[in-house]
């Protein structure tokens, strides 16, 4: 059962810009940072923000990510085809002593 | 470069056992805290469990906990996963994952902060069925 809240789904059209939201509480985006991965069909996770708002090397500028209180986002602009995949937040949780993941949004580019 | 391999996966009967291996490379495995992370077909992303760098903090998922122990050996730069009396829910993908934070020294002592995960393996499948 995911401890973190995300809309199932988002679109845009090629060039807009896309909006993932991530609802949590005070034991986990509260007080730990958030991080966000990127999931294309048929393969492993892979980290896109981390610490709220850093991309790790090699990820396009198009990505960022902010946090506020006990949720965060994630927003890509300049939308492209090849962002078509699902996408999860996550952070550590204080109560549970574990990392928590999102719902999970996937993302369709129109 | 960083890789993490998983092996172990297969095809049990409910209420077997099975034991999964993550062999680590291109990084200080004792300089981490590891995890597992599993995923049900067509499902989301789920975490199962964490071991701190020495084993001295480990963590549990509550659909996991008292049937699955984790553990590591830094000295083959390994991570296991033991599952027991295994259930059809417990299907999925497992995932290898390493924790992006390191281990720091502050006036002789060590600590760790958690930050989450940064590398995963490719996964290995775990097929629970009669």
């Known amino acids: 059962q995911s401890v973190l809240t995300q809309p199932p789904s988002a679109s845009g059209t090629p060039g807009q810009r896309v909006t993932i939201s991530c609802s949590g509480s005070?034991?986990?985006?509260?007080?730990?940072?958030v991080n966000w991965y990127q999931q294309l069909p048929g393969t492993a996770p892979k980290l896109l923000i981390y610490?709220?708002?850093q991309r790790p090397s090699g990820v396009p500028d198009r990505f960022s990510g902010s946090k506020s209180g006990t949720s965060a986002s994630l927003a890509i602009s300049g939308l492209q085809s090849e962002d078509e995949a699902e996408y999860y937040c996550?952070?550590?949780?204080?109560?549970?002593?574990?990392?928590?993941f999102g719902t999970g949004t996937k993302v369709t580019v129109l | 470069e960083v890789q993490l391999v998983e092996s172990g996966g297969g095809l049990v009967q409910p209420g077997r056992s099975l034991r999964l291996s993550c062999a680590a490379s291109?990084?200080?495995?004792?300089?981490?805290?590891m995890h597992w992370v599993r995923q049900a077909p067509g499902k989301g992303l789920e975490w199962v469990s964490h071991?701190?760098?020495?084993?001295?903090?480990?963590g549990y998922a509550d659909s996991v906990k008292g049937r699955f122990t984790i553990s590591r050996d830094n000295a083959k730069n390994s991570l296991y996963l033991q599952m027991n009396s295994l259930r059809a829910e417990d299907t999925a993908l497992y995932y290898c994952?390493?924790?992006?934070?390191?281990?720091?020294?502050?006036?002789?002592?060590?600590?760790?902060?958690?930050?989450?995960?940064?590398?995963w393996g490719q996964g290995t499948t775990v097929t629970v069925s009669s």
């Open positions: 005070s034991s986990n985006i509260g007080s730990n940072t």
């Open positions: 996550a952070a550590w949780d204080d109560s549970l002593n574990g990392y928590v």
């Open positions: 994952a390493k924790d992006m934070g390191l281990r720091y020294f502050i006036q002789g002592q060590v600590h760790y902060d958690y930050y989450g995960v940064d590398v």
């Open positions: 610490s709220n708002n």
């Open positions: 291109g990084f200080t495995f004792d300089d981490h805290a």
């Open positions: 071991i701190s760098w020495n084993s001295g903090s480990i």
